[in-house]
Each structure stands twice: as structure tokens, then as C-alpha cells.
């Protein structure tokens, strides 16, 4: 071979070599994942776990000194406003009696007296809330038919019907209670006085139910002798629940009254439906499962499903609750994971030629997977989801495959 080929050869292979070094040390495209901002419903929520309660709940209690016969109900046990017996008591002989067992007994009723007195005004002024409620409901329905008022503005006179119909039975109840508190005074003061009764059977006093619902709770079980004012049992309406969810006091903020919710993870097959009937003016502190103290603030949801629909759900039992604070039917939304800082402005990155081209966006609304985009981006145009630390304007981007 002559030595002229032999030192071309040699020049190309280092020409070669370096080509392969070069190639080498050029920086390489990075592999990403793309995502299409569209237009779409966007929910911002709260979600947060909650507990049922019994609305109404009374602890029965005996209103005058005495002998307890055996409670023969059980926690669980149906009873009836006026017919089931809950209890009997042996009323002490009013003749062994001093006056400071009679002054009790008077100011009992008279304390039942003006409890009543407080209930009726409030029960008026819950029917007359209702019934506003009830005429401006009627009157958007009537506006919401001509396509005069929105349907954003029909569900919150609707949540806000109901939130009033729920305080208008709370008042009824708290009423009808009163009414039972009295009564039952009244009956305990006659077997107080030294001429209320003389024989054993006269001095049988007898606790009838309250309200129609269930037992919850049987304190004294036994035959005991109890002292006036001794709790006897806990009866309620299981049916008539509500929840208690405690969020951050942060989130509270944005919570307002008549807010729809979604209720899930109760055990049924399908979410059930709520409304926020309170958000409680006080906070608390509460240590989270980190060991972080948190400021809570408990939040109170009326179920708007009838209890037909949660026939096994009782009292205590466990829900997830997503408050709804702000909703829109059509929003053009990007993923959260595509969004990030850049000076004191949001920015995401678009595709544009094979390299990654920075663009500022104005963002709104978000919630924990999407963000409202109001300007600086289109709908339709890919966005790079999840941009590592190697991921810069104008490099070079190559889309990952995804799996089939």
C-alpha cells in the first residue's frame, strides 16, 4: 500500500474519532410528557373527612328523687312519642321530704316554664325565614323558566330553602322538647308535694318517649335507687342526621353557607348529595397526624338525599366530604403538574420546533390536578407536564413513548 493511502486512512480515522467525541458531548434532547389544555367543567373543592351525627339528640333524665326499675330497652330499640314507656321510678315519700326537695321541684317547672316561653318566638321566626325562603325560591323558579335568572342562582335559593327548612324543624323540635320538659316537671312537683300520693302504686312515676326515633344510649340499666336529674337514657331520630366535618381554618374561609357536597366513601354504591348548613364562628386547635397544631373550624353539611337512599348509615359513621366552594361549567384548564414558578408570575412550557419554549400564563382558579388558565395560552396547544431541573427554554425535547 503506498504511504500516501496509509496517511489518508490515518487522517480519516482521526477525523473519526474526533466526530465520535464531538457526538458524544453534544448535549442530547430531553425526554418529556406532553398534556392538551382543554375546555372543560373545573370544581374547586375542600376534602376533607367527617362524621355523622344525630341532629337532635335528648338525654332523658328523671326529674325527681326516687327508686329506678330495671330499663328493659336496648340501645337500638324503636320507640314512639308518648307511647313507649322509657322508665318508671318509685318516687321517694313525699312525706320524708324536706323544703329544699320542693323548691327544686318549683324551680324545675319554672325553668321548663321559660324554656318553652324561648322556644315558640324562635320557632316563628325559623317558619318566617322559611317561608321567604320558600317565595324567592318560587320566584327565580318562575325568572329561571323565561331564562331571566341563571341556574347557578336557582341552585342557591334552592340550598338555601332547604338550609331554612332544617332550622325550622330543629326550632319545631327543640320546641316539642320544651313542651315534654314541662309537662314532665309539672308531673314530678304533683308527687313531690307531701299530699302528691300516699300508696306505692300513687308514686309510680312514669318517663314516657319524647320524640319518635330510637335509643341510642341506656345509662342506668338496672334497678337503682337515682337522685333527681339522673341521666337515664339517650334517644334520638337516626334518620334526621347531619355531618361535622373540621377543616382548616384557612379553607373555613372560603366555605360559605348553602355550599353544595359530595359525600363519599360512606359504604354506598354512589356519592350522596349535602349542603352546608353552618360554618361555627369558632375555631380549635387540633395536632395532626405529623405532630403539627392546626387551627380547625368545624363545618355542619344537611344531607339533601332522603334517608331512603342511606338506609344503614347511622350515627358516628364515618364519610369523606368534598365541599364545593367554586365551580364552572367551561374554563380552558391545564394540568397543575405543568405550571411552575418563574420570577413572581406562573409560566409553563410549549412545544415548539423540537425545543421547549418558555411562555408566562395568568392563572386563576385551581384545584389539587387543574389549574384555569385566563391568558397566555390557547386551548389545543401541548404543554410539558412534570419539566425536570433539565427542562429550559429553548433546549432541545424529544416526546417520551408512552405505553401501550
Known amino acids: 500500500m503506498p504511504l500516501w493511502l496509509k496517511r489518508l486512512l490515518l487522517v480519516f480515522a482521526a477525523f473519526g474519532i474526533l466526530a465520535l467525541i464531538v457526538y458524544a458531548f453534544l448535549p442530547k434532547p430531553v425526554d418529556v410528557d406532553l398534556a392538551t389544555p382543554e375546555r372543560g367543567p373545573l370544581r374547586v373543592t375542600v376534602d376533607e373527612e367527617g362524621k355523622t351525627r344525630i341532629k337532635e339528640r335528648y338525654v332523658v333524665s328523671t326529674p325527681l328523687a326516687g327508686r329506678l326499675m330495671r330499663i328493659e330497652l336496648d340501645a337500638g330499640d324503636e320507640i314512639s312519642a308518648g307511647e313507649t314507656l322509657l322508665a318508671?321510678?318509685?318516687?321517694t315519700d313525699p312525706a320524708l321530704l324536706d323544703p329544699r326537695?320542693?323548691?327544686?321541684?318549683?324551680?324545675?317547672?319554672?325553668?321548663?316554664?321559660?324554656?318553652?316561653?324561648?322556644?315558640?318566638?324562635?320557632?316563628?321566626?325559623?317558619?318566617?325565614?322559611?317561608?321567604?325562603?320558600?317565595?324567592?325560591?318560587?320566584?327565580?323558579?318562575?325568572?329561571?323558566?323565561?331564562?331571566?335568572?341563571?341556574?347557578?342562582?336557582?341552585?342557591?335559593?334552592?340550598?338555601?330553602?332547604q338550609a331554612s327548612e332544617q332550622d325550622y324543624r330543629a326550632a319545631s323540635f327543640a320546641e316539642e322538647i320544651a313542651r315534654f320538659e314541662l309537662e314532665l316537671s309539672q308531673a314530678?312537683?304533683?308527687?313531690?308535694?307531701?299530699?302528691?300520693?300516699g300508696s306505692v302504686e300513687e308514686r309510680r312515676f312514669e318517663i314516657h318517649a319524647p320524640i319518635t326515633g330510637r335509643v341510642l344510649r341506656v345509662f342506668e340499666e338496672s334497678a337503682t335507687v337515682?337522685?333527681?336529674?339522673?341521666?337515664?337514657?339517650?334517644?334520638?331520630?337516626?334518620?334526621?342526621?347531619?355531618?361535622?366535618?373540621?377543616?382548616?381554618?384557612s379553607d373555613a374561609v372560603n366555605i360559605k353557607p348553602g355550599a353544595p357536597v359530595l359525600l363519599e366513601q360512606w359504604g354506598g354504591e354512589t356519592p350522596l348529595r349535602g349542603t352546608v348548613r353552618l360554618v361555627e364562628p369558632s375555631g380549635f386547635t387540633k395536632v395532626s397526624a405529623l405532630g403539627v397544631e392546626e387551627q380547625r373550624v368545624n363545618v355542619i353539611i344537611d344531607f339533601v338525599?332522603?334517608?331512603?337512599?342511606?338506609?344503614?348509615?347511622?350515627?358516628?359513621?364515618?364519610?369523606?366530604?368534598?365541599?364545593?366552594?367554586?365551580?364552572?361549567?367551561?374554563?380552558?384548564k391545564v394540568p397543575t403538574s405543568a405550571l411552575f414558578r418563574h420570577g413572581d408570575d406562573w409560566a409553563v412550557?410549549?412545544?415548539?420546533?423540537?425545543?421547549?419554549?418558555?411562555?408566562?400564563?395568568?392563572?386563576?382558579?385551581?384545584?389539587?390536578?387543574?389549574?384555569?388558565?385566563?391568558?397566555?395560552?390557547?386551548?389545543?396547544?401541548?404543554?410539558?407536564?412534570?419539566p425536570s431541573d433539565k427542562v429550559e427554554d429553548g433546549v432541545a425535547v424529544v416526546v417520551r413513548e408512552q405505553p401501550k
Open 101 to 161: 326537695a320542693l323548691a327544686e321541684a318549683e324551680a324545675r317547672v319554672k325553668a321548663a316554664e321559660a324554656k318553652l316561653k324561648q322556644a315558640d318566638p324562635a320557632r316563628q321566626r325559623a317558619k318566617t325565614e322559611m317561608q321567604y325562603a320558600e317565595t324567592e325560591l318560587g320566584r327565580v323558579r318562575a325568572l329561571h323558566a323565561k331564562n331571566a335568572a341563571s341556574k347557578q342562582e336557582l341552585d342557591q335559593k334552592e340550598r338555601l330553602f
Open 226 to 249: 337515682v337522685a333527681a336529674g339522673a341521666r337515664l337514657l339517650e334517644v334520638g331520630n337516626t334518620a334526621d342526621l347531619e355531618i361535622e366535618v373540621d377543616v382548616l381554618s
Open 349 to 386: 412550557f410549549v412545544v415548539a420546533d423540537g425545543r421547549a419554549v418558555r411562555r408566562p400564563v395568568k392563572t386563576g382558579r385551581r384545584n389539587g390536578l387543574e389549574a384555569e388558565v385566563l391568558d397566555g395560552l390557547a386551548s389545543g396547544t401541548p404543554v410539558i407536564i412534570h
Open 305 to 332: 338525599d332522603p334517608p331512603q337512599q342511606r338506609p344503614t348509615l347511622g350515627d358516628g359513621f364515618r364519610v369523606e366530604a368534598r365541599i364545593i366552594v367554586w365551580e364552572r361549567a367551561d374554563v380552558l
Open 188 to 197: 314530678a312537683l304533683v308527687q313531690t308535694r307531701p299530699n302528691g300520693g
Open 88 to 91: 318508671v321510678v318509685e318516687a
